[in-house]
């Protein structure tokens, strides 16, 4: 008996972690996506932010309810697109 809550135990342990980790990884995907847009859109840091933002504005109404991590990954597709 002993035993079957200490496995518990480390299974939730490990699950908590792992959803931890997880989370985290969205946050520095995100991240990452705003630092490449920043770098192919060649425009300075500020410049660049204050468009991310107002590109992700019009994002959220024409396509609701997505994530900051598709907004992103889509003004990068647009972006790339654009450019051929």
Do not use: C, N, T
Request: proline content about 4%; charged content about 35%; cysteine-free.
């Amino acid at each position: 008996m002993e035993y079957v809550i200490i496995v518990i135990i480390i299974l939730g342990l490990f699950i908590f972690l792992y959803r931890r980790k997880k989370s985290g990884g969205v946050r520095s995907s995100v991240r990452s996506l705003r630092d490449e847009y920043r770098r192919k859109a060649g425009l300075p840091p500020a410049a660049a932010d204050e468009h991310i933002d107002h590109y992700i504005s019009r994002l959220q109404q024409k396509h609701p309810g997505r994530s900051e991590e598709w907004y992103l990954e889509k003004m990068l597709f647009d972006l790339e697109k654009d450019r051929r």
